[in-house]
């Protein structure tokens, strides 16, 4: 496999990686914080959704996932470009959607349908360019 | 009104430079060599000792602040969509000051994630 190409599929892994992670914490976060119910903004209220979160398994691994979308983020743009990166991450958006379609049987606006096609095709369009562009620093090992 | 179009552009602009800052201190922690459990603790060692990657920190957290505070003053259907503003910031940042090659392909594809992004969030 030529440099180039492993240069692709490795910041393609760690696209996937990133997107799987934000999506996934994001939805666990969502589900533990409705486990926990509607936080009341005083001291008290404050305290008490503190606890909750803490307590909750949910809300653990969705922390855990969202670490996971953290290091592969920064591990990524250690080689790729921001700005390759950065659009390509959007397809968490689509992937939302589509989650939403397929497992919570959400119903979805044309027009939020537009908005996932010009978001894949943008994306489409990112990933014609070169992963890297500019001078990345070697580690000696 | 004029005082959000500010705040907006605080938000912006403090999320994208941290952001930058932080992909600047992840290029000079140096990729690891092989994606295994080692190389990848041993990077992620060299880049929480990175300083750009703690000017990117405070920068990203007065981001995510003042998102609050605009969701605060204005609705959700009008900030979320405002804020995909950031790919394009991001990108231009990415261009002039981390150098990167951003070619017309890049652009159309950042512009039309940008658009993408403020249609899906508006709902």
Not at chain 1, 34 to 47: D, I, R
Not at chain 2, 44 to 55: I, K, P, S
Not at chain 2, 73 to 80: R, Y
Request: charge should be positive; proline fraction near 3%.
């Amino acid at each position: 496999m030529s440099n180039e190409r492993k240069l692709r599929v490795k910041t393609l892994v760690m696209v996937l990686a990133m997107v799987v992670c934000a999506t996934t914490g994001d939805s666990l976060l969502k589900r533990g914080m409705s486990q926990v119910g509607p936080v009341s903004l005083t001291q008290t209220g404050l305290f008490q959704a503190f606890r909750g979160a803490m307590t909750s398994g949910t809300i653990w691994f969705a922390i855990l996932f969202l670490i996971g979308f953290m290091i592969s983020n920064m591990t990524v743009l250690s080689w790729a470009d921001y700005s390759y990166v950065m659009p390509a991450s959007a397809m968490g958006y689509a992937a939302v959607t589509l989650v939403g379609v397929v497992f919570l049987g959400e119903t979805v606006s044309p027009r939020r349908w537009v908005g996932v096609a010009l978001i894949c095709l943008g994306v489409f369009l990112v990933g014609q360019t070169k992963p890297r562009t500019s001078t990345v620093m070697e580690v000696a090992q | 009104m004029i005082r959000s179009a500010i705040t907006l552009g605080i938000f912006v602009l403090s999320g994208s430079a941290g952001e930058l800052a932080v992909t600047h201190g992840m290029k000079k922690a140096g990729a690891p060599e092989h994606l295994r459990i080692r190389d990848v603790t041993n990077f992620l060692g060299r880049a929480f000792c990175n300083g750009w990657f703690w000017v990117g920190v405070p920068l990203m957290a007065l981001s995510f602040y003042l998102l609050m505070v605009l969701l605060s003053w204005e609705p959700i259907s009008l900030v979320i969509p405002a804020s995909a503003l950031s790919y394009v910031v991001g990108t231009l940042g990415a261009k002039y000051i981390l150098k990167e090659d951003v070619n017309g392909i890049r652009w159309a594809g950042v512009f039309l994630v940008c658009i993408g992004v403020a249609i899906v969030a508006a709902g």
